[in-house]
């Protein structure tokens, strides 16, 4: 069961920019700053209700966010659902025989753990499950 919208994902360029804008235009505040070094991206979370957005930068040149930038250029990278068993959500996706990115869940920031599902099987979403 997917619980709550946990983060909404946008990829920029600039990430200090991108914070800036959010703050003078709607008031967002940054709650959390942290980089992922096994995704190669750093990332600002904005605290939106129960949920945040999650503004990512690419450190790295093959990072997956880098990728996206090069291809499609700014804007919504993923959603992340909020769910209370990472690895039986994952287990019920590949059951179905949906293609996911990650075989087991894995660590996330935040302390959370996370798991990527493929977007071209998910209606051309890309899908992180995403347990606090
Ligand atoms: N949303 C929707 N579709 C996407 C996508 C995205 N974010 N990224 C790629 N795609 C599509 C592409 O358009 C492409 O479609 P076509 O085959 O029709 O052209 C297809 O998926 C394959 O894409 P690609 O450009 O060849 O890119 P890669 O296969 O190299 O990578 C993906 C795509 C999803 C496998 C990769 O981005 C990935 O592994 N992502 C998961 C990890 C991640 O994104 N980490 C950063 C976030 C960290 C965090 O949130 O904490
Ligand atoms: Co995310």
């Known amino acids: 069961m997917i619980d709550e919208i946990d983060h909404v ?38 605290k939106v209700g129960v949920s945040y957005i999650q503004l990512l930068t690419p450190t790295t040149a093959d990072s997956p966010v880098a990728k996206f930038l090069e291809k499609k250029g700014e804007g919504i990278h993923h959603v992340g659902y909020r769910v209370r068993n990472c690895e039986a959500e994952l287990e019920t996706v590949k059951g179905l025989g949906y293609r996911v ?25 890309l899908i992180e499950l995403v347990e606090p």
Do not use: M, Q
Request: aromatic residues 8%.
């Open 9 to 46: 994902a946008i990829a920029v360029h600039d990430l200090e920019a991108a914070v800036r804008y959010y703050r003078d235009a709607f008031g967002a505040c940054v709650e959390h700053r942290e980089t992922i070094e096994s995704d190669g991206v750093e990332e600002a979370l904005l």
């Open 101 to 125: 990115l990650d075989e087991s869940p894995r660590p996330g920031s935040r302390g959370t753990t996370v798991a990527f599902v493929h977007p071209k099987e998910a209606f051309g979403t």
